[in-house]
């Protein structure tokens, strides 16, 4: 805590001089333009009107307009231009690193297996656990090579609580059926709202015979991002 | 800059006026309140706190902005009344084929011709290049023509080297098929991302702004 404080107190009596006024405004003055020059922080800062807006920053030149900081690592910026980054984002991808043979067509977890960020809300088995309760943008890509012709595929999307053996199916991505039988890929792009502890689960059905789903990061991947 | 400095300074041996103290406290009563009611500005405002919350603001039961941030006058985030947040300084791209394009049997660079928007110029001759390091979404739409039985696979290519995203589709009989691809992805500044075609027979892509597109956008 850094208050203002002045460092003559007058009493009755007694002379005052010149130097005295004089220490006491320098005081409020260097107070203040420390302040206003940034070299000296505030310790706490409130603004509050119900008419102008409370709070604007407007930069002239072109250093950052905005740093907030936790702890001096800064974890959210608006840099000249008005370039939002927000250091601290929530943001997990994993992927099926190799071939996966099904031979049934009943709906079944796709075991996601290689996380690949520092932030990891997925586990090895490919189960996310959301940390943070929000809103996630959710993409899923999951290719497949069907044994048969006129094959269709379903993804879902299933979402638990950890602890918890029973889920809900909350979204569904139907691919239509093909004539031939080649590689293709189902894709799903969800916006969820997520609580903390719940679980996200994802499953491939098809309405054939058994398929493959092919390994590959750039094939077969899910990625989960907090953005609200 | 716009330091506070009082009027007099007062010598020793002099009279000390109650009018040369008004002076001076005014100075300060009017420098802090026209700070106050956002009159006049502070250069800048640092707010450092290990126990309260540094900086709070509330726009009370107004409906006004509750914070504006501000690029040489220019709104570049804006939080709303209600807390609506925009960000209007955010990288953005939507860059899309606005003619027919025909690319050869194997692989071939979708050619982006046109823009939609591209708020930081960013985007160039296909190829869209950060301009800071972060997270972005992208996604591609193309709609091609190939032949009944063909294959065909749409990728993201981040630094030219390797496809980052892709997706196949199977030709259907006499119908022109979009393909899409969508991932978030973690870039440096400099990094480049573009889009590419692969089929074993020749491609038409259809140049509409509707049919095929590519957008990115800075998400944090």
Known sequence: ?228 | MTNLAVTNTFVSGAIITASGHNTNYSDIVNYINNRNTAVASWDGVSVASSTIVPLTVDNGTGTQNIFEVLDNGAGVLVVKDGGYVDMAGQPRVRAYRSSNQSISAGTGQVTFNAETYDLKGEFAAGVYTAGHTGLYLFTATVAVSIGATDVIQLTLIKNGVTAVAATFVPAVSGVTPSVCVADIQSMTAADTMEVSLTCTNNMTVTGTEFQTFFTVYKLA
């Open chain 1, 1 to 228: 805590m850094s208050t203002l404080a002045v460092t003559n107190t007058f009493r009755n009596g007694e002379r005052i001089t010149a130097a005295i006024f004089n220490t006491n405004y320098d005081d409020i003055v260097t107070y203040v333009n420390d302040r206003n020059t940034a070299a000296a922080t505030w310790d706490g800062m409130r603004s509050e009107s119900t008419t102008t807006v409370p709070l604007t920053a407007n930069q002239t030149g072109t250093a950052d307009i905005v740093n907030l900081k936790d702890n001096g690592t800064t974890v959210f910026q608006v840099k000249d231009g008005g370039i939002v980054t927000m250091a601290s984002y929530i943001y997990a991808r994993t992927y099926l690193a190799s071939n996966n043979v099904r031979t049934s067509f009943a709906s079944a977890k796709v075991a996601f297996d290689t996380p690949t960020q520092t932030t990891q809300l997925f586990n090895n088995a490919g189960v996310a656990t959301i940390a943070s309760a929000g809103l996630y943008m959710a993409i899923a890509n999951v290719a497949v090579f069907p044994s048969v012709s006129n094959t269709s595929f379903t993804l879902n999307l299933f979402k638990g609580v950890v602890g918890s053996s029973s889920s809900s199916n909350i979204s569904r991505t139907v691919t239509r059926k093909v004539s031939g039988v080649s590689i293709q890929t189902t894709r799903m792009v969800e916006m969820l709202s997520l609580a903390q502890n719940e679980t996200l689960t994802l499953e491939i059905a098809s309405n054939g015979a058994g398929y493959t789903v092919v390994g590959g990061t750039q094939l077969t991947y899910f990625s989960l991002l907090k953005v609200a």
